[in-house]
């Protein structure tokens, strides 16, 4: 059988590493957070519940380093992060999965309950 997904596999493609920078636990909620507008460190924390302050500037980092997004600093204690070009055209991407975790998300958690269930039985 021949493979169809082609070179997406091999560990240099570029497609490869764009999957892995956006499977990330953190990174699609931060590019969806700065897809509104541009935010400021502590209000992006806020707004992503459950992720600490490190965690959040290894990611926005990393985005950084990648060109989905970009740090401006006004004054020492005034950063702000905001989306490139490149980095908005993951928005309407990002919006369909969003969709789609809505409308099947609590078949994903039924699932996973009756998993565990199973395993615990």
């Avoid at 590019?31 to 959040?56: D, M, T, W, Y």
């Avoid at 980092?61 to 600093?73: C, F, K, M, N, T």
Wanted: glycine fraction near 8%; charged fraction near 25%.
């Amino acid at each position: 059988m021949q493979n169809v997904a082609g070179p997406s596999f091999l560990s240099d493609c570029p497609t490869r590493l764009t999957v892995e920078i956006l499977a990330d636990k953190w990174s699609v909620l931060v590019l969806f957070g700065l897809g509104q507008r541009p935010r400021r460190h502590g209000e992006l924390a806020a707004l992503i519940g459950g992720v600490s302050r490190k965690v959040l500037t290894q990611t926005l980092r990393r985005l950084q380093e990648y060109g989905l997004v970009e740090r401006r600093a006004e004054a020492p204690r005034r950063v702000e992060y905001s989306l490139t070009d490149l980095g908005r055209t993951l928005i309407e991407p990002i919006e369909v999965l969003t969709a789609w975790a809505r409308d099947h998300g609590e078949a994903i958690a039924d699932f996973q309950e009756a998993s565990a269930a199973a395993e615990n039985d």
